[in-house]
């Protein structure tokens, strides 16, 4: 399926011919610059062909301009080099001036500086960048290992349950230097678990880093939610798509931040306004409860 940009729309399945429709349009808004009204029946997968269709821009667009920086930094480059040099006025013949009146010499070093600026920064960026990455993948790793020292830790607690009630029922008997056998292994379980801590203290120093990031321009899409039980919904089909290992979301906005009932915002603590919500919207006589502190943002990038 070829998008408007050249690009292909990447989807979980055979997308249907609405779905299809939906994104190219989607993309040439985007691609336009334009504010599109989209509407598709309900059962359509509206979500996953305007996440799809979205994020495939939005993977064209980055490229695009990652091509347009390494032209830049090529010419930096020859320039460099040596292959290219500014025309200097030759002696006893009178300078050439542009439509503004200036010398032409004046306009070419106005030109040079300006790439030079824009160069400048085009390599900022880039170390920017790329310490980003570094650092995105240093967290990817570091939230694998405390999935991974969560399972663990779940095992020891019940081991150590079976060992503790293995010595009860055996300290009712004889088997004495079984229990101390017991005794040993639980001592090297606690060691195990002394040392899982120190390698999750080893990996986690990722903090120390982070006053040398500075936020770099990142185009960004916003997603604006009625309820938060779509943005959740929302979130899972972003992870589901074939986008979702390499797109960066958060969530801007929650009830404590951005209800609108004054009542229900005095609550202060964020469980209660969730719960008071909740209990709003069950409410059949409570009018407009749908529409009280739903306000929700996404941001992809």
Not at 66 to 94: C, F, I, N, T, W
């Amino acid at each position: 399926m070829e998008s408007p940009g050249g690009g292909r729309f990447p989807f979980p399945y055979t997308p249907y011919l609405i779905q299809e429709r939906f994104m190219e349009a989607l993309y040439g808004a985007l691609e336009a610059g334009r504010v599109g009204i989209f509407e598709s029946p309900t059962g359509t997968g509206k979500s996953l062909s305007l996440i799809c269709g979205a994020l495939a821009w939005l993977r064209d667009f980055e490229e695009k301009k990652q091509q347009e920086e390494a032209r830049l930094l090529a010419l930096e480059e020859d320039e460099q080099e040596g292959k290219k040099k500014l025309p200097s006025a030759e002696p006893g013949h009178p300078e050439s001036k542009d439509a503004a009146g200036e010398p032409d010499w004046v306009t070419a070093f106005v030109q040079k500086k300006e790439e030079r600026d824009m160069v400048d920064r085009l390599k900022e960026e880039q170390i920017r960048r790329k310490k980003r990455e570094e650092r995105l993948e240093k967290i990817r790793h570091n939230v694998q290992l405390k999935y991974a020292a969560k399972r663990k830790r779940s095992e020891e607690d019940e081991t150590k349950r079976l060992l503790q009630l293995s010595k009860e029922v055996l300290s009712e008997g004889t088997g004495l230097d079984v229990v101390e056998q017991l005794d040993h292994n639980e001592e090297e379980l606690i060691l195990a678990e002394y040392e899982s801590d120190e390698e999750k203290k080893v990996v986690s120093g990722l903090e120390e880093d982070d006053d040398d990031l500075e936020e770099e321009h990142v185009t960004k899409i916003y997603y604006c939610s009625r309820t938060h039980s779509q943005l959740s919904q929302f979130v899972r089909e972003v992870q589901k798509s074939p986008f979702g290992k390499d797109t960066r979301l958060v969530s801007l906005g929650s009830r404590q931040s951005l209800c609108v009932n004054e009542e229900v915002r005095r609550l202060g603590a964020l469980q209660l306004i969730n719960d008071r919500c909740t209990e709003m919207q069950k409410n059949k006589h409570g009018r407009n409860a749908s529409s009280l502190g739903k306000q929700s943002l996404l941001k992809l990038v």
